[in-house]
């Protein structure tokens, strides 16, 4: 059974940095596009970023692009959201996200980890 954990995520003032990870079992990266989608209180669950399996070529919301940066260490079967400069609107639960029509449709999900920014 393929699982996504995530952690990383906490409290951090508006400006500040948190790295989040997702440690993938049962799914070998190098063969699966993933991603970083994230849920505000009172909205839709929204994409946030992906790496695809092919070259490690990235592709990011714009609100994000400057940011945020995605990764991944295979080895490990990790993956990772650089998120600097944070904002008050980057509060939400962030999830991982894995196969599919990866940046709206993906076939699986973590359980996801919250990120508050206070300002």
């Known amino acids: 059974q393929v699982q996504l954990t995530e952690s990383g995520g906490g409290v951090v003032q508006a400006g500040g940095s948190l790295r989040l990870s997702c440690a993938a079992s049962?799914?070998?990266?190098?063969?699966?596009?993933m991603a970083w989608f994230r849920q505000a209180p009172g909205k839709e669950r929204e994409f946030v970023a992906a790496i695809f399996m092919s070259g490690d070529s990235t592709y990011k919301e714009d609100s994000v692009k400057e940011r945020f940066t995605i990764s991944r260490d295979s080895a490990q079967n990790m993956v990772y959201l650089q998120m600097n400069r944070l904002k008050s609107e980057d509060t939400a639960v962030y999830y991982c996200?894995?196969?599919?029509?990866?940046?709206?449709?993906?076939?699986?999900w973590g359980q996801g980890t919250q990120v508050t920014v206070s300002s």
């Open positions: 049962r799914l070998p990266l190098s063969l699966n596009n």
């Open positions: 996200a894995a196969g599919g029509r990866i940046t709206s449709t993906p076939y699986y």
